[in-house]
């Protein structure tokens, strides 16, 4: 009974320093945006750099997000320098404003040189949130014996584990959206079709194509796919003037 007793009086203090942190924390919200066309930046990676958990914006570049007074937050996206943002004493909505990064194309090369760098330093630094995995039944009785409290925590619901999984999932995704953009380029897409911004922006995010098709196709295949898309968006341009 003492031993239960005590159990319960650690998991008693352990949600009342959760709570403690819960009312501390504010809540931010804007919108991320290309710093020079003002649009907004959709899957826009936002990192708690003291937590390590973080958050997406949205297909409009919206975002929310709470954090601790004097948190540190990283905004980052492939192709944009990051930004850090220092949070606020108080609840506040505030836009955020990115910068692209400038690389030079080297001769027909139609591929960028980061995808692949950034997507290993990107699991170097959330490794533990890539391979995050929600705890089982398993869990429980392994840990059980040797730490009690860590075990009977997992069988209550935690808003801590549940953003751990939800950045663990938004990690993914964001992964997947990175390598569509690597392959699915402006520069690829701009030398295809002649289009430029933001005609060029407007028919790259109607015939985005999905990640189960760029993880197998080659070369030619998006080649194939972009000059399809292209006579398909000539052709509705055309129907769209006829009277």
Same mark, same amino acid.
């Not at 409009?60 to 905004?75: C, H, K, N, Q, V």
């Not at 040797?146 to 938004?170: C, D, G, M, W």
């Given at each position: 009974m003492i031993r239960i007793t005590a159990y319960i009086g650690a998991l008693f203090f352990f949600f009342f320093i959760s709570m403690q942190e819960t009312f501390a924390q504010?809540?931010?919200?804007? #919108?991320?945006?290309d710093q020079d066309s003002k649009t907004g930046l959709p899957f826009v990676s936002i990192v708690n750099k003291r937590t390590m958990t973080g958050t997406l914006s949205n297909e $409009?570049?919206?975002?929310?997000?709470?954090? #601790? /007074?004097?948190?540190?937050?990283?905004?980052s996206m492939l192709s944009y320098t990051p930004k850090m943002m220092l949070v606020p004493g108080m609840s506040s909505s505030q836009d955020v404003y990115m910068q692209k990064r400038l690389f030079e194309l080297q001769g027909v090369n139609i591929r960028g040189k980061n995808y692949r760098n950034d997507s290993m330093a990107l699991r170097d630094e959330y490794g533990r949130y890539f391979d995050y995995r929600k705890p089982g039944a398993m869990d429980v009785l392994k840990t059980l014996p040797?730490?009690?409290?860590?075990?009977? $925590?997992?069988?209550? /619901?935690?808003?801590?584990?549940?953003?751990?999984? *939800?950045?663990?999932? *938004?990690?993914?995704y964001w992964e997947k959206e990175k390598f569509i953009d690597y392959r699915y380029s402006p520069e690829l897409v701009g030398r295809m079709t002649k289009l430029q911004s933001p005609e060029l922006d407007s028919f790259m995010y109607k015939y985005r194509p999905g990640y189960q098709f760029l993880n197998s196709a080659s070369d030619y295949d998006l080649l194939l796919y972009i000059k399809q898309s292209f006579e398909e968006y000539q052709k509705q341009k055309i129907e769209k003037k006829e009277p």
């Open positions: 504010v809540r931010l919200s804007g #919108m991320v945006a $409009s570049g919206r975002f929310y997000i709470e954090a #601790m /007074p004097g948190d540190t937050l990283e905004f040797a730490n009690p409290i860590t075990a009977l $925590s997992y069988l209550v /619901p935690s808003k801590v584990r549940k953003r751990k999984e *939800q950045f663990h999932e *938004q990690l993914l």
